[in-house]
């Protein structure tokens, strides 16, 4: 059974900086994606990066290009989401998900269909 720990929210000023981390215990494979995913209430949950293991190319959303990094620390299974100049839009619980590629992608994305395993969660809050 895989499982995901998540770590790392907090409460930062815009303009701030935050490193979020997700440890993957249970995989006997790299053959996996782990992206991130937001939500913040009333609205749908958004990924905004994904990562695939075996390799560590990624994927970013639009509204995290050049601000966020996805990272790995194979020796850990641990994944990073290093945050930069965060926004009072960033605001969100940041979840942690862990899948399969999809066949003959090249890659992997930040969509959720594409996800079975998810971490608890962890809070990030961006004031102005």
């Known amino acids: 059974q895989v499982q995901l720990v998540e770590s790392g929210g907090g409460s930062v000023q815009a303009g701030g900086s935050l490193r979020l981390s997700c440890a993957a215990f249970?995989?006997?494979?790299?053959?996996?994606?782990v992206a991130w995913f937001r939500q913040s209430p009333g609205k749908e949950r958004e990924g905004v990066a994904a990562?695939?293991?075996?390799?560590?190319?990624?994927f970013y959303a639009p509204s995290v290009q050049g601000r966020f990094t996805i990272s790995q620390d194979n020796a850990k299974s641990t994944r990073f989401l290093q945050m930069y100049d965060l926004k009072p839009e960033d605001t969100a619980m940041y979840y942690c998900?862990?899948?399969?590629?999809?066949?003959?992608?090249?890659?992997?994305?930040?969509?959720?269909?594409?996800?079975?395993?998810w971490g608890q969660g962890t809070q990030v809050t961006v004031s102005s």
């Open positions: 998900a862990a899948g399969r590629p999809r066949t003959g992608a090249a890659g992997c994305y930040a969509t959720s269909s594409d996800y079975v395993y």
């Open positions: 990562l695939y293991a075996g390799i560590g190319n990624t």
């Open positions: 249970g995989y006997t494979t790299r053959n996996y994606c």
